[in-house]
């Protein structure tokens, strides 16, 4: 699989980590309640289809997020963590 | 047998080799398998199961039956193995000989050995299974033996980037390449051979005017001198996989005659933008009784022998097919003044006619003789039944289209009921397509037009012009194929190489293993080295038949990859013994290695065990003696392996109170806090100190085991939670050496080198400065992992070996010395300091007695969940210290934690033990440890077994901190 990385371009999967979906992107604040906090911390969709993921490019320590099928792996786009988070 | 006058190898030098230890001679260029058959010989194997003599089937890499061990390498199909000057090939899986092979007698229990015969059988007593059924049974069913010796043979492995993978070099694959290296595009055409041009090197129709042969050696030529292409002879392409990776598999020197330093294998991963599948197709035999006798070929595969190498497997030749393309053998056979003993096509009205030889229509093989070769075959057709003596048959039952490739993303070929064939679906491989013989085109002319059309596609896709290219002429006549025949009774193998016969299909289907992919695992039917090339498609007409139903509603098993076998130690190159790891050397390394140090791994570094002096006779000695000058003088130890981290920016303080369950914003510039990070889920992640070199500027360190992990979650923090701070975080762990030196006397010895002041008002416990270090900008920090007074000095890595040398023979000078990671150990466990051992992933700071550490007044990472009520009970495994209540005591690491009087069961577990050390400092064995509701059993007596080592011991639980507890030490 190759993923592209808004700084190197486009690498093998294998310089990559996967954390996981996007939810990290929306952090409830301290004090939003258990229940809240128990849906960020251990709770996931697991779709068949387009899924927005947080990937690390090991090399150059850039978190990205990575919309991907998980039914096909194709990649349908790349955008900086930073920028999604804003 | 050679025959004069034909073969593209006609004028090459003649080549020794052996075979079972008889000495042969082929022609250079010659494969094992047809420089055998030039020598006479049919007999090279003996099948995995019954043990039945088998002769070479083809004439490619699907080779089901000749398989053989050559200098070693077992299983090497004799079809693609070229012979060198001196090679030594043996047949496997028969005793004493081929030609007498003992376990032969299987054949003739085939009766009681068909499909789930062991499943059946050797169900009962159980226990027998694994100490007698299967060590017999894996003996008697077998292919080559393995050396039983390390591979130490040179694999390597590569990367390649292109705009279009050729896969495939016959006419089709190299009309492709054609097409796109004049387009400029960057080009990489790969195949299987030693030599370009797939079937062109195996017919005689002639392209463009010539001999096959001469148009694909003009391309080959035309291409090798182009810049933009590479040409990969050799070299298998092997799986597809996602984003237009492929796998491929390059022969650099297996097969060859070995030169030194020469790789046995190459494993490419060859990312392409575009890819054209140009495989080619395999030839499908026909069954009948006793079709597997040596002599018995399909019959592009002796047109191949024929016309490439002139060779035949014997002078009389049957042909038997139910198709057009085996009339073609019948006329290269004929036409190379051989006799043709009859051609036999199962199609058609029942009758004979005469064409040069006789051709019998209508017509079906039902039997053949020869023991250890084919010298028979019985014919039934028009005027009932006949035997013809032959020396070879060529079976064809049609050809399937290599569709292996396409269907690796998880795409289903498709069935054509005029081809008989599966074919690949467009777009099951993004990118790829096929073409040729791949996509079901089988004549010459169409194999170019379509590999025209292919490139056309890929270049299209590629933004690149077509250039003008003309199809060269060729013959265009692809001819018809009938259904698959069989006969009937009589032993009629599918599956060549796991002995698979149209019964035990039968028998399949009866059981009902119905379903194709139950029916492949109950029969073990393609599960052989050759995956089913051969036999994939046959079989599915006998289930189909069996079932009653078209092949098409059948369906087929999943091809997965590689395609062929892949070795181990190519898809590993470079992975063997050092190359397994990368290995982190600190910039001490070599003067540890000097001074007689075992190193010990911890992550990928390596750092010393402890540091022997001449008398002492264990590690134990070395390591008593490095505590003490520790706790009495002083010691010094290469750091340099902790995670270090810079941390800048105008949030860096915000950031880090973020990032830390406790304050750092409140952090003096100069001074250093011990910080504890958690996960999002509330238990501890790591720890490490914080030091502050400026107001937006704090270096952080890690565990050794936890800095890459907290380097990427500071990254992650940064970038994906907080990107509101303006903060920037780098590793600096390489670029600085960090040396502690520990003991009464270290500042003393610290002052020698760093010019600063070091009194205790200037730079007290926790404090840090920057400060030269013999001339060299450095840094100090106050800092102890031990409970003695400490420093760690800091400076840039280039100058950490010597300032290592110097601080170790100024120590020795007062008495101290080095001291490696088994004193450190004791040290830290002696003053209850935690380690991974105790931070495993499964603590929160409440059970290492750390909540307080989790600042009430901030949003932390990890802080909502540390509050959630389980994991603040009162109940939990928490730290404590464990001593023997007699001195002699053990405490072992691993060990666990019983109720004085209590039965060491799993339901009586209170706790465990996670660090264990002999204290010299004590004289006793000491250990930390985790005990339900251990802070308030501080003085109670636990049972501490330890079953694995047989460990019984009495222990009190402590203070984890046995040293110091005041830290009256440390602090001076």
């Known amino acids: ?86 | 047998m050679r025959v004069p006058g034909r073969g593209l190898t006609q004028d090459a030098r003649l080549v020794p080799f052996t075979f079972d230890g008889k000495g042969h001679a082929g022609r250079d260029g010659d494969t094992l398998a047809s420089a055998l058959m030039g020598e006479g010989v049919r007999l090279v194997a003996r099948s995995f199961k019954y043990h039945r003599p088998r002769g070479v089937l083809s004439a490619g890499s699907e080779e089901p039956n000749a398989l053989v061990t050559v200098e070693g390498v077992p299983n090497t199909r004799a079809t693609v193995q070229e012979i060198w000057d001196g090679m030594s090939a043996r047949s496997q899986n028969a005793w004493p000989s081929l030609a007498i092979d003992a376990m032969g007698v299987n054949d003739l229990l085939d009766p009681f050995l068909g499909a789930g015969f062991y499943y059946k059988t050797f169900m009962w007593p159980r226990t027998l299974w694994e100490r007698l059924y299967e060590p017999v049974i894996r003996r008697a069913a077998g292919l080559g033996r393995l050396s039983g010796h390390a591979d130490d043979a040179p694999f390597e492995k590569a990367w390649a980037h292109c705009d279009l993978l050729v896969i495939g070099a016959g006419p089709a694959g190299l009309m492709a390449a054609l097409v796109a290296a004049r387009a400029g595009a960057d080009v990489i055409l790969a195949d299987e051979g030693a030599r370009m041009g797939g079937r062109l090197l195996a017919e005689v129709d002639p392209v463009e005017g010539r001999a096959p042969h001469l148009w694909a050696d003009g391309v080959v030529a035309e291409l090798r001198e182009m810049p933009n292409v590479r040409l990969l002879p050799r070299t298998t392409v092997t799986g597809a996989y996602d984003g237009g990776t492929y796998g491929a598999l390059e022969r650099v020197g297996l097969h060859r005659a070995p030169v030194a330093h020469r790789p046995v294998e190459c494993f490419w991963r060859i990312v392409a933008k575009r890819a054209v599948l140009a495989a080619g197709a395999i030839e499908r035999p026909l069954a009948f009784p006793d079709n597997d006798r040596p002599g018995v070929m399909l019959a592009g595969s002796v047109r191949t022998y024929l016309n490439r190498w002139g060779v035949v497997p014997g002078p009389r030749i049957a042909v038997y097919g139910n198709n057009d393309d085996a009339h073609r053998t019948a006329r290269d056979l004929a036409a190379a003044g051989l006799k043709v003993a009859a051609l036999i096509d199962t199609r058609g009205e029942a009758r004979i006619e005469e064409a040069g030889f006789p051709v019998m229509t209508g017509a079906r093989v039902v039997g053949t003789r020869g023991r250890l070769g084919l010298a028979a075959v019985t014919v039934e057709g028009v005027g009932g039944r006949r035997e013809f003596e032959v020396d070879g048959l060529a079976v064809s039952g049609g050809w399937s289209p290599a569709v292996h490739l396409t269907c690796h993303l998880g795409g289903k070929p498709a069935w054509d009921e005029r081809l008989q064939a599966f074919l690949p679906r467009e777009g099951a491989v993004p990118g790829l397509v096929a073409c040729g013989a791949a996509n079901g085109v089988f004549s010459t002319a169409g194999c170019l037009r379509d590999g025209l059309r292919a490139a056309g596609e890929s270049l299209e896709a590629l933004g690149l012009a077509v250039p003008p290219v003309e199809v060269p002429e060729a013959e265009g006549e692809a001819g018809t194929v009938g259904p698959f025949v069989l006969a009937s009774g009589g032993r009629q193998f599918v599956d060549f190489q796991n002995d698979v016969t149209v019964k035990d299909i039968r028998l399949s289907a009866q059981e009902g293993f119905q379903s194709v992919e139950h029916m492949k695992r109950y029969t073990t039917l393609g599960m052989a080295t050759d995956q089913g090339k051969t036999s994939n498609v046959p079989a599915l007409a006998v289930l189909a038949e069996a079932l009653g139903s078209p092949v098409a509603s059948t369906g087929t098993t999943t091809f997965r990859p590689p395609y062929t076998p892949v070795s181990i130690s190519a898809m590993g190159a470079g992975g063997q013994g050092v190359g397994f790891a990368p290995q982190r050397l600190t910039t001490s390394h070599q003067a540890a290695l000097q001074r007689g140090a075992p190193m010990i791994e911890a992550g990928l570094w390596y750092r010393p065990s402890y540091f022997p002096r001449p008398g002492e006779l264990s590690w134990r000695q070395a390591c008593d003696r490095e505590v003490a000058m520790v706790r009495h003088s002083v010691g010094v130890c290469d750091v340099s392996t902790l995670g270090k981290i810079d941390v800048q920016g105008p949030d860096a303080a915000a950031f880090l109170d973020f990032v830390y369950s406790n304050t750092m914003s409140t952090l003096p510039v100069g001074k250093v806090r011990y910080g504890l990070m958690l996960r999002e889920d509330g238990f501890v992640m790591d720890d490490g100190t914080c030091a502050r070199l400026g107001l937006q500027h704090y270096v952080v360190t890690t565990t050794t085991a936890a800095a890459a992990q907290v380097m990427r979650h500071l990254d992650f923090v940064a970038q994906v939670l907080r990107p509101d701070f303006d903060v920037q975080c780098v590793s600096v762990t390489e670029q600085w050496a960090q040396v502690s030196i520990a003991g009464p006397w270290s500042r003393e010895m610290v002052q020698a080198v760093v010019e600063a002041d070091l009194s205790d008002e200037r730079l007290p416990y926790m404090g840090c400065a920057e400060a030269a270090v013999l001339g060299v900008p450095g840094r100090v920090f106050r800092i102890s992992f031990s409970g003695e007074r400490a420093y760690e000095i800091a400076v840039p890595a280039r100058y950490g070996a010597s300032l290592w040398r110097l601080l170790v023979a100024q120590a020795e000078s007062l008495g101290g010395g080095a001291y490696g990671l088994e004193a450190l150990n004791v040290l830290r466990i002696e003053k209850g300091f935690i380690t991974h051992a105790e931070i495993h992933g499964r603590t929160t700071a409440f059970d290492i007695g750390m909540e307080r550490m989790v600042a009430k007044g901030k949003d932390c990472v990890g802080w909502a969940s540390s509050r959630r009520p389980g994991l603040l009970d009162e109940n939990r495994e928490q730290l404590v210290g464990l001593r023997p209540l007699v001195r002699t005591g053990q405490i072992t690491a691993g060990a666990h934690l019983y109720g004085r009087d209590a039965a060491a069961m799993r339901e009586n577990g209170q706790g465990y033990v996670t660090s264990a050390c002999w204290s010299p400092t004590f004289e006793t064995a000491l250990g930390l440890g985790f005990l339900k509701g251990g802070r308030a059993r501080h003085g109670e007596v636990v049972r501490l077994v330890d079953a694995m080592r047989a460990v019984e011991t009495l222990v009190e639980v402590t203070e984890p901190v046995f040293l110091d507890p005041e830290g009256g030490r440390m602090r001076g």
């Open chain 1, 1 to 86: 699989m190759r993923v592209a990385c808004p700084f190197c371009g486009d690498r093998d999967r294998r310089e990559f980590t996967v954390q996981g979906d996007d939810t990290s992107l929306r952090r409830p604040g301290r004090d939003a309640g258990p229940l809240a906090w128990h849906d960020y911390v251990h709770l996931r969709d697991n779709p068949a289809g387009r899924l927005h993921e947080i990937w690390h490019h090991d090399p150059c320590g850039a978190w990205v997020v990575v919309e991907r099928d998980t039914v096909t792996h194709a990649v349908h786009g790349v955008t900086l963590a930073r920028e999604a988070a804003r």
